[in-house]
């Protein structure tokens, strides 16, 4: 079964920092480009950062760009996200996702899969 388990979030204040894991397990992580997004209460998801399978390349949203860093170990099945100058627009459920595979088909249950999410929260 593909399970991905977000964890590390937390209530923080404005300026502060958070890090951010996704335990994946039930599909090669090490093949996969992985991604954050995030969904405020009462919004959309709005798409956070990008990692590639082998962590070589990175992209972000205009709006956490510089703040935050994606990073992966792949020896651990793991995704991080660093996120650092903390603002209260930051505040959301962040959660982690695999859609797409290098050089291969994605296995079966990895595009359907989602975690719980954790919660940020920023504020004094």
């Known amino acids: 079964e593909v399970q991905l388990v977000e964890s590390g979030g937390g209530l923080v204040q404005p300026g502060g920092s958070l890090r951010l894991s996704c335990a994946a397990s039930?599909?090669?992580?090490?093949?996969?480009?992985m991604s954050w997004v995030r969904q405020a209460p009462g919004k959309g998801l709005e798409w956070v950062s990008t990692?590639?399978?082998?962590?070589?390349?990175?992209n972000y949203a205009d709006s956490v760009k510089g703040r935050f860093t994606i990073s992966r170990d792949n020896a651990k099945n793991t995704l991080y996200l660093q996120m650092n100058s903390l603002k209260p627009e930051d505040t959301a459920v962040y959660l982690c996702?695999?859609?797409?595979?290098?050089?291969?088909?994605?296995?079966?249950?990895?595009?359907?899969?989602w975690g719980q999410g954790t919660l940020v929260t920023v504020s004094s």
């Open positions: 039930g599909f090669t992580f090490s093949t996969y480009p």
């Open positions: 990692i590639n399978s082998g962590g070589s390349s990175t």
């Open positions: 996702y695999a859609r797409t595979r290098d050089g291969v088909a994605v296995e079966s249950g990895v595009s359907d899969a």
